[in-house]
């Protein structure tokens, strides 16, 4: 049989899944269900029922949800609200980079936990940083001078989340000429303090610590430079990978 008598069916373009945010029953701990953010659409999905389907450009007040919905309570200091990282995906999706293709899967190479660091107080949670495997560096940003030069957009109400795990979770969907052209600017346009570059070496020799039962591994010889890594086991298994061979994956 000849296998090209007849042209191959075409699949639907499937849009990448960028975000699942967790949704509560106000003032329980009872999940409702999860709003699953897209490059042009937000969906909610309920734990019962049927999900429904909004343009991304309306935001969260578009899905009309129940008032009985809201935050999970007692969450940790600091937390950042739904509606402000949904805003920010806003912000993100209408930037340069999206209106290009967007990787299927996200980019291993991305780390989504880093933070300041002083050697006399220990890891600084209001400072983030976003690591990237760049070929045979680390590069690490700071993550909420950088969300303006990444995505070439400067919202006139600021960027409402500019947290570093929303960052590394928009860039990790970058094809990866995108991501070069990201961190080419970054390293252009900001003070050195913005970014830090670490070889394979340095990232090997890093040493860790616990605290609090948390353990946090140090990139760095000095105030100026120090960064902990926090990093989960896949994590922690990418970077030894990459450590080993210079890929990721």
Known sequence: MDPYRSPPEETAHVEPELDRLPLWLRFTPLRAGWIVVTPSALRFEPRAGRARTVPLAGGLEALQLSLALGARPRLKRRAIRTADTIESWRQIAASAPYQRSLRAARYAGILARAHGHSFAGGAHEDRAFVPIVDGDHLVVIEAAPSYEVCFERDPPHGWPDHSG????????????????????????????????????????????????????????????????????AGERAMLEHWLETGHVG
Do not use: K, M, Q
């Open 165 to 232: 795990a929303l960052l590394a979770r928009a860039l990790s969907w970058l094809a990866r000429d995108e991501l070069a052209r990201v961190l080419s600017r970054v390293r252009a346009h900001t003070h050195a303090r913005w970014c830090r570059v670490f070889t394979r070496e340095e990232v090997r020799a890093r040493p860790a610590y616990v605290e609090d039962r948390r353990r946090f591994e140090l990139l760095g010889n000095n105030a100026r430079d120090a960064i902990a890594l926090e990093l989960d």
